[in-house]
């Protein structure tokens, strides 16, 4: 395993989020191997970690004063052994390759875990939307897809959101792809309900986090039902996470975006979620603006001088980090437990740093990782493109059925591989393995490729 480790850092120097994500996944898999020693003898792993392919290019575009804009734009095609490439695209000033190589790893395995045949891959650019026009963000979509649009397709590689893209950049890179192909086909997922998005879709990766935690403490015969929940981000993840919550019962005390937090100690009500969603995604307002409008609610700005983030220092019951990686340190995870939480839930990917899972796991609280807790999203992504293929659309209903059923199938999945190698309730292990176990078993079907 060391010697393993050792050489993945050596051949991707410096990458530490895609070595952070990795190491996860050697130390889960570890009983596996040595039960099946084949995988080792085929270099299942060796193979994994190297991308099928990584394109990288430029991406020129003019902004409204007419000055030249540059770019980089990527698309990691991780693996395509159980189906076409798939996974988001991340717009934000943050991305470099080894945060995507990290995104695309796990969503090998996450995509295993949805049941549907799907690949990994992810994408992205270190654009910023922020402070961007319309029509700026629609010229760099088009500039991007108009290098993107030849690696990908509707059997190939299928795109769809991450950070910052939602609904209208989808729009952009869908009506480039259109123009460039004299194509309409599934290529992208998360598109608008008028050209071929599925229903549910905005809500799913939220509404699955919230179903994975609700079978979570079904097996302590527990319930949502008055748990006080921190919840960390204000976009899709957690507006959608929180809006089933308070379905459920629960009461949301926190949301935040990079500048800072709110803490309502009474709980955030629909019409101020709602109120949310529009100061988020309409005026694409910052979440300080929520202090301001409800004056009950304390808002925190980020404190770069300190080395814990106190959003996750509240009396709460459970924690769901919506926002982004490594936004849960060693030290925030000692603060949850300090604080009574007995459930994490990740709706960000790889929200939590490794020392973190470790302090998590010691604790034998419920701890679901993103891999599994926010499969419901590219669950629903694939739902999408069933309804493109057979042109046709489901209710709500259906896909909310689903997406419910599905999520209560992974945990299961879950559930039963952490037994079957050893470490009964480790929902790391389980996820990790039982993703592996369906990639390395198709890996093997296909022969050294
Ligand atoms: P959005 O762009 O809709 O929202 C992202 C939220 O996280 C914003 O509140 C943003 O604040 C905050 N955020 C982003 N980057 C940082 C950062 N570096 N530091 C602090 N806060 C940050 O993205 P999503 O809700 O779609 O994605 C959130 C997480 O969920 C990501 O980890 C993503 O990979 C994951 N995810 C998304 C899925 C989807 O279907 N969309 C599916 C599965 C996982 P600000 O506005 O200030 O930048
Ligand atoms: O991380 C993820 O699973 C996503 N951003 C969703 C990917 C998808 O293809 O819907």
Redesign the pocket.
């Known amino acids: 395993m060391e010697d393993f480790l050792k050489k993945c850092e050596e051949s991707n120097p410096g990458e530490k989020e895609f070595l952070q994500a990795v190491t996860e996944v050697v130390k889960s898999v570890k009983p596996v191997l040595d039960r099946h020693p084949e995988y080792l003898k085929e270099k299942i792993l060796e193979r994994m970690v190297e991308p099928d392919r990584i394109i990288i290019f430029r991406v020129p575009w003019l902004d409204d004063k007419g000055e030249v804009q540059v770019n980089r734009g990527y698309r990691i095609q991780m693996n395509s052994a159980i189906g076409p490439y798939k996974g ?1 695209l ?1 717009f ?1 000033p ?1 991305v470099n390759l080894s945060i995507l190589k990290f ?1 695309a790893f796990e969503q090998t395995f ?1 995509n295993a875990l949805t049941t549907l045949p799907m690949g990994g891959g992810k994408g992205g650019s270190n654009f910023d939307p ?1 402070g961007k026009s319309d029509r700026e963000v629609m010229r760099f979509c088009q500039s991007f897809m108009t290098e993107l649009f030849r690696h990908v397709g509707q059997f190939t590689d299928v795109p ?7 609904a209208r950049e989808i729009g952009y890179l869908f009506g480039q792809y259109k123009r460039l192909q004299n194509e309409f086909v599934g290529v992208l997922t ?1 598109k608008s309900l008028s050209f071929g998005g599925s229903l549910i ?1 905005p809500e ?2 939220g509404y699955g986090v919230v179903y994975f935690a609700s079978e979570m403490l079904a097996t302590r015969g527990e319930t949502l039902e008055g748990k006080v929940c921190l919840v ?8 959608y996470t929180a809006e089933k919550l308070l379905a459920f019962g629960a009461k949301v005390v926190t ?5 800072g937090y709110i803490y309502a100690e009474q709980g955030i009500t629909r019409e101020q979620l709602a109120y949310i969603m529009e100061l ?1 995604n309409v005026r694409r307002g ?2 300080s603006e929520y202090a301001e409008k409800y004056k009950d609610a304390l808002y925190v700005p ?1 404190d770069p001088a300190k080395d814990y983030n106190p959003l996750w220092d509240h009396k709460a019951d459970c924690a769901f980090p ?4 490594n ?1 849960i340190n060693a030290k925030d995870a000692a603060n949850l437990l300090k604080n009574g939480v007995s459930l994490v839930c990740e ?5 939590t740093v490794l020392e973190g899972v470790d302090i998590l796991l010691d604790s034998k609280i419920l701890y679901a990782p ?1 891999k599994a807790a ?5 669950l629903t ?1 694939g739902l999408e493109m069933s309804q493109n293929s057979m042109r046709l659309s489901w209710t709500r209903e259906e896909v909310d059925s689903r997406l419910h059923t599905t999520m209560k199938a992974i945990h299961k999945a879950c559930v039963n591989a952490a037994e079957t190698y050893g470490t009964p309730g480790n929902y790391v292990d389980g996820a990790n393995i039982a993703g592996f176990l369906k990639v390395a078993d198709a890996m093997m079907a296909q022969g050294i490729v």
């Open positions: 988001g991340r934000h943050s995104l996450k922020k769809a959101g991450d950070i910052g893209v939602g998360g879709r799913a990766t960390s981000g204000a976009g899709n993840v957690a507006q949301m935040s975006d990079s500048n988020k910052r979440i980020v919506c926002a982004t990686q936004e709706g960000a990917n790889m929200p993103s926010n499969a419901g999203g590219v992504s």
